[in-house]
């Protein structure tokens, strides 16, 4: 078998494959959640309650991406407007938030490691699992409907959880020898939701651009 058959539309929207990326990313989503339990604890205990979805940030991509492919398992032939207009935000936020969330985890593990953090076998596989996380979602994100409204949209709501977290200090869990690198942390982390935006952006003129290569007469308008 050809290895880019694995890359095919063929392959990758199968209900066998989607159904195992559905239950691979949701048991990652409650893992991730799990994992938050304490500073979700705390935040309950500390701060208003109203900041608590702003806390855990992987786990929330995760659920995000969960959602938009329960969307491919079960499209949906015809929808009110306002329907659709909840799956294209739900898959930009799925894109733009996987992206952002998959490197940053993985560079706050390794400019850990740089200080002196020692990593063990938990390091690693969140360090793939995160990488997972950024790959599936631009792998995917040519099978969505979002468009650069929904990606603004989506780039809008990480900016806001980026301040907030910042603001208020309840960012992600950092390695210890990273406690003191707050502030390039947080500018580092503001970039990123920027660079994010701009992949998933790129990713979508390219989506498109190849539509208008394989099918004469498509607009090439970004959607909204």
């Known amino acids: 078998m050809n290895l880019s058959f694995f890359w095919s539309r063929e392959f990758l929207l199968s209900r066998q494959f989607l159904w195992l990326l559905f ?31 702003f806390v855990p940030d992987s786990p929330t991509s995760s659920l995000f991406f969960t959602a938009a492919i329960f969307y491919l398992l079960f499209p949906y032939k015809s929808a009110s407007k306002i329907a659709t207009a909840g799956r294209v935000i739900v898959e930009a936020l799925a894109v733009v938030w996987s992206i952002k969330y998959g490197v940053w985890a993985v560079a706050m593990i390794i400019a850990g490691a740089a200080q002196g953090d020692v990593l063990n076998w938990s390091h690693y596989m969140l360090i793939v699992s995160h990488l997972g996380m950024a790959f599936e979602a631009l792998l995917y994100f040519r099978f969505m409907k979002a468009g650069t409204a929904a990606l603004t949209a989506a780039l809008a709501f990480l900016l806001l ?64």
């Open 23 to 53: 239950i691979v990313n949701l048991g990652g989503t409650i893992y991730g959640y799990m994992w938050y339990e304490s500073q979700l604890v705390w935040t309950v205990a500390n701060m208003p309650a109203w900041m608590l979805p």
């Open 161 to 224: 959880n980026d301040m907030i977290d910042y603001t208020y200090g309840i960012y992600p869990g950092l390695p210890a020898e990273l406690e003191d690198n707050i502030t390039p942390i947080k500018w580092f982390t503001f970039n990123l939701s920027l660079l994010s935006f701009g992949t998933a952006y790129i990713a979508l003129r390219y989506r498109l651009a190849k539509q208008v290569n394989n099918n004469t007469g498509i607009s090439t308008n970004i959607p909204s």
